[in-house]
């Protein structure tokens, strides 16, 4: 876990870009078994990318719709727009390139942290934490990863999930860009549940997927590396394309983050 870890936190390093372009900037991409670029490393990225150019505001959503597959071995460099800054919010667009063709394109959302004010939140309660006998473990994921379901399986079961995470100590400014990376990871498998004799782990074999569109939310500030709980769950499975939805909760249950995303689905026969 510590390389592959260590390699993801290098991958949110982002460098200015080799241009006169002060709002750009580069990053490479994790070392994985597969040619293809997580579209969870884009996220996180996107999150630190748009934090660049407006430092004194937190992402509040970001909309990212993934164009083409990214390689993986070619860096991705970030192109920023600021569209709109006042004293409270601000819109960047951004595009994320690989040579000469957009892979990503997102707007994002940023808002200056206001105290104060009415708090609420309607959600069930959260359980107490699972046990390390609950562990379970993901290709793409380097932290700890706690659930009593199996997305492995291949018996038909509810198109939700539950899943506690935790990352090792990071900067605070870490906490969205890494559950940003993880809210990518489960959805897919999450929406297949109910079909019988397959799961997420039959991409490429016995069906075809890729993400399409991701959007995230943060509503409050974001603690990866203390205990989060995220509540996963598909309504619909139509015409080629699969959709899901989660929240991030702490554990105490308060609702940070919310996320919602789109992918193809194209079995195979």
């Excluded at 192109?79 to 690989?98: N, P």
């Excluded at 399986?153 to 990376?181: C, F, K, N, Q």
């Excluded at 079909?195 to 782990?201: A, L, Q, W």
Aim: negative net charge; glycine residues 8%; contains cysteine.
């Amino acid at each position: 876990m510590p390389d592959m870890w260590n390699d993801l936190l290098a991958c949110l390093e982002l460098k200015p870009a080799a241009s006169t372009d002060t709002m750009a900037y580069e990053a490479v991409n994790q070392n994985l078994p597969y040619h293809r670029v997580f579209g969870g490393q884009i996220l996180g990225q996107l999150v630190v990318a748009a934090r660049r150019v407006v430092p004194e505001k937190s992402v509040k959503s970001l909309h990212t719709v993934f164009t083409r597959e990214g390689r993986s071995d070619t860096p991705i460099r970030y192109q920023v727009s600021v569209q709109h800054e006042g004293r409270s919010f601000a819109t960047a667009t951004l595009l994320a390139y690989q040579s000469d063709q957009v892979i990503a394109t997102a707007v994002a959302s940023l808002h200056t942290p206001e105290g104060g004010g009415p708090q609420r939140q309607s959600l069930p309660a959260v359980d107490e934490p699972l046990g390390p006998e609950h562990e379970v473990s993901f290709p793409l994921l380097p932290w700890e990863a706690r659930s009593t379901d199996d997305l492995d399986a291949t018996s038909a079961g509810p198109p939700i999930y539950t899943m506690w995470m935790r990352t090792p100590p990071v900067a605070p400014e870490l906490g969205a860009p890494l559950t940003a990376y993880a809210t990518d990871l489960t959805l897919i498998g999450t929406a297949l549940r109910p079909e019988d004799g397959i799961s997420h782990t039959g991409n490429g074999t016995r069906f075809l997927s890729a993400v399409t569109s991701h959007t995230l939310w943060f509503h409050r500030p974001v603690r990866s590396d203390a205990w989060q709980v995220l509540r996963q769950h598909s309504p619909i499975l139509a015409e080629g394309r699969i959709f899901g939805r989660g929240d991030v909760l702490t554990e105490n249950g308060e609702l940070v983050a919310s996320f919602a995303q789109e992918a193809m689905l194209r079995m195979r026969p």
